[in-house]
């Protein structure tokens, strides 16, 4: 697993506001404003039926850039964009009044008014980011306020109230606000608290997202939308998870509860694709491995910001936010179009290969965040985009505006509190990015600061393509992934059922179509047909495709046979026993069992496989006559069986059983190890992060790794391995990903924790009972 960030780019910005400044700023602000807004429909979607401010300040950016090209076609694109809506940021205090960089929040109130058309309502972007100690996780664009008690007074009193309080006037009854709420904080909280910073951070993060969401809500057009972060940042299952449980605790902490929150955005000022078009499938399997397993990927299972969004609805609602709530999504700068984008999945069976000929993200690593080269701007704002139902979209939005830099390419005096961040540095390389470089533009400015060469190349990088005022969203022309694990059922002599696992689609899928050869001859909306009017004793063979709603058709699955009866019954018979179960040579974590096959009653459907039990549970199941249980605990005894099955569902008795006693030692009893054990602790939370390293000369098939945590420890959360604790002795097993390691292979495991003032570490460990030297 891979924890990467994303530090979203800023809205321009001018000189620190410092205390006496802040209080001028504060009584900038007309008393008369102070009204309570008239009563105000808040709506479920505020997007629909409305159009949307755009930045007169960024629209002369744009227009000034296009002045300078000599490319006549590519100024063109540049204007027709010039009216699109984007986000104006509130990145510290003296952004709500204005100051050297920037009109202020009133300005951009009343020039909404102006744009209004009639009766229209009309939407107003705005992303409230000054929290105190902001961007705990990176430097470019650290914030003005300290993680501190009076950072949080300040944030509240001279930043979220003046805000609140613009809002609140009646002259903006009518105009929806939609407050992208605190870019990063939330996610930092979620995989970053083991850094000292974001530690410090945390609290101040949880009251103050709090407040903004007390405050804002009450103001009845205003529509509080939390940062969610990216895929490529929270995408991977010990993320998503707590991300989602951390937002529900979160809402619930405030006065109005879940209904604070009217949504969530996603992929903030960041490059993550809308749609890998090629790679919609994270299981599918190419060279023996999933395509999640790929080192661009890192067993991260959401590839796109459809999956991602989709992924993270149903978790959010499983957290207990309504169904009602609506995703955004910043397409800003995430089209990755242009002459490098790829045209057509790749035919290569290497995985990495195949991975990196189909993306169309052209990043070498997900965690390039900082003005990543070869970005383009992807779809133009709109509501309800169509084809991502399962994302449950209210619009994509421009929430980052192109052409506004992450972050200096160097060191920049400057009296805005940012700092440089190495990953803005296109000349380095580092770890996190498992050794490339950055990818970063070079001589770009202070986040914030306009960036004409990024900003050019978004432009002609465009995805659409930018052709005019607007873009159409793009045809569905993406196949569903093929159908997989068809099986056949129930058999008579004229029917045979079947069923089969779901397929994957950007847009969803439709349907299914059973073929006999290259004859369709069923089709379904679930994921189960039954053939009717067949031949008696016949042997057939089927395959599945499916399609999706613009009549895009997969491939075919892999096929089942399947004979007919020769009478006119079901087949209600069960297949023989197996015999001759034996369990081979055994190593500290595994044991291969064999046996011989199994017979089928005359006229019966056929033996499909055999399940093997381990005890009275089915632990797996297989077509051969053989199979070897791993991940299996040293120096333990095991009783296993074996039971066979026809192609109709009956299943046989089990077999006698067999018991076989694991080693005590490594696998196949040459491997050692090595473990090193880092820990990071605050208050009363820890985080450990344990490397397991195979000194060995033979392979680790399936490890236990077992030891002491000092009293007062205790595991609240872990990954990469499934952990449990009795008492003080903590075991971390396997998942399937990681059970093999190669001689002098490592995987990389770690839990949160909690301690009561007891900080030391464990003094041993062991693997698969075999004690590993610390690194």
Request: glycine share 8%; aromatic share 8%.
């Amino acid at each position: 697993m891979s924890t990467l960030r994303n530090t979203a780019v800023r809205r321009r910005v001018g000189v620190v506001a410092t205390a006496a400044t802040a209080t001028a700023i504060v009584a900038a602000v007309p008393i008369s404003l102070a009204t309570s807004a008239a009563a105000a429909t808040h709506v479920d979607n505020p997007f629909v039926g409305a159009t949307q401010y755009y930045n007169p300040q960024w629209k002369a950016e744009v227009d000034a850039e296009a002045a300078k090209q000599t490319d006549s076609s590519l100024a063109a694109k540049m204007r027709s964009i010039d009216t699109q809506p984007t986000s104006v940021w509130m990145d510290r205090i003296s952004a709500i009044a204005g100051n050297a960089d920037g009109n202020g929040l009133q300005y951009h109130l009343d020039q909404a008014l102006a744009q209004q058309q009639g009766s229209t309502p009309i939407v107003f972007n705005v992303v409230i980011y000054d929290l105190p100690g902001r961007d705990c996780h990176a430097l470019a664009s650290n914030g003005e306020l300290p993680a501190t008690d009076a950072g949080l007074a300040r944030y509240k009193s001279e930043y979220i109230d003046p805000i609140a309080t613009l809002f609140s006037s009646s002259k903006y009854a009518n105009i929806r606000i939609v407050a992208t709420i605190e870019p990063d904080s939330l996610p930092n909280i979620t995989t970053n608290s083991s850094e000292a910073a974001c530690a410090a951070a945390g609290p101040y993060y949880k009251a103050g997202v709090k407040y903004a969401l007390d405050k804002l809500h009450a103001i009845p057009n205003v529509y509080n939308y939390l940062d969610l972060a990216h895929s490529g940042w929270l995408g991977w299952e010990s993320n998503s998870g707590p991300a989602a449980q951390l937002m529900a605790q979160v809402a619930q902490s405030t006065t109005a509860g879940y209904s604070s929150v009217d949504g969530f955005v996603t992929d903030t000022a960041n490059t993550t694709p809308l749609n890998e078009p090629f790679l919609q499938d994270s299981s599918k399997q190419v060279g023996g491995q999933p395509i999640k397993s790929a080192n661009f990927y890192e067993w991260n299972p959401d590839l796109d910001e459809a999956h991602f969004t989709a992924d993270m609805y149903s978790r959010l609602v499983s957290a207990g936010f309504p169904s009602s709530i609506g995703m955004l999504v910043d397409t800003s700068r995430n089209g990755w179009g242009g002459p490098n984008r790829p045209t057509a999945v790749s035919t290569s069976s290497d995985l990495n290969t195949y991975v990196d000929a189909s993306r169309v993200d052209r990043r070498t690593h997900r965690g390039e965040w900082c003005n990543p080269n070869g970005a383009g701007i992807g779809e133009r704002p709109q509501a309800t985009p169509s084809g991502y139902s399962s994302s449950h979209l209210d619009a994509f939005v421009w929430v980052k505006p192109p052409g506004e830099s992450d972050g200096s390419s160097s060191a920049i005096a400057n009296d805005q509190g940012k700092g440089f961040d190495r990953m803005c540095d296109p000349t380095y390389s580092s770890d996190a990015l498992k050794g490339h470089t950055t990818n970063a533009l070079p001589n770009a400015p202070l986040s914030g600061q306009w960036f004409s060469a990024q900003f050019q190349q978004l432009v002609t990088n465009a995805y659409p393509a930018i052709g005019g005022s607007t873009n159409p969203p793009p045809s569905d022309t993406t196949a569903p992934s093929a159908p997989t694990n068809l099986k056949a059922g129930t058999i008579t002599s004229s029917s045979v059922a079947l069923s089969w696992t779901a397929s994957t689609d950007d847009t969803g899928v439709a349907g299914y179509d059973v073929y006999s050869g290259s004859t369709k001859v069923a089709s379904s909306t679930t994921t189960s047909a039954t053939v009717t009017g067949l031949s008696a004793a016949t042997a057939y063979s089927f395959t599945v495709k499916a399609r999706d709603a613009a009549g895009n058709v997969s491939s075919a699955s892999s096929s089942v046979s399947a004979t007919t009866l020769s009478g006119g019954t079901t087949d209600t018979t069960a297949p023989s026993v197996p015999s001759g179960l034996t369990a081979g040579t055994t190593t500290s974590s595994s044991v291969p069992l064999s046996w011989s096959a199994s017979t089928d009653n005359s006229g019966g459907s056929g033996v499909a496989g055999y399940d093997v039990l381990q005890g009275t549970t089915v632990i797996a199941t297989t077509t051969s006559t053989s199979y070897t249980v791993t991940g299996l605990s040293g120096s333990t005894t095991y009783s296993f069986a074996v039971r066979a099955k026809d192609v109709a569902g009956n299943v046989s008795a089990s077999s006698s059983a067999v018991s076989a006693t694991t080693k005590s030692g490594s696998t196949n009893g040459g491997a050692s190890c090595k473990v090193t054990y880092q820990v990071s602790s605050w208050n009363n939370g820890l985080s450990a992060n344990i490397s397991i390293v195979n000194t060995g000369t033979t392979a680790i098939s399936g490890w236990t790794l077992a030891f002491a945590l000092p009293s007062g420890q205790q595991v609240t959360q872990g990954w990469s391995a499934t952990w449990s604790q009795s008492g003080a002795n903590v075991t971390a097993k396997n998942l399937d990903w990681n059970a093999s390691l190669a001689p002098g292979a490592s995987t990389s495991i770690g839990f949160n924790g909690s301690h009561n003032g007891t900080n030391t570490n464990p003094s041993s460990f062991t693997l698969n009972g075999t004690a590993c030297t610390l690194g």
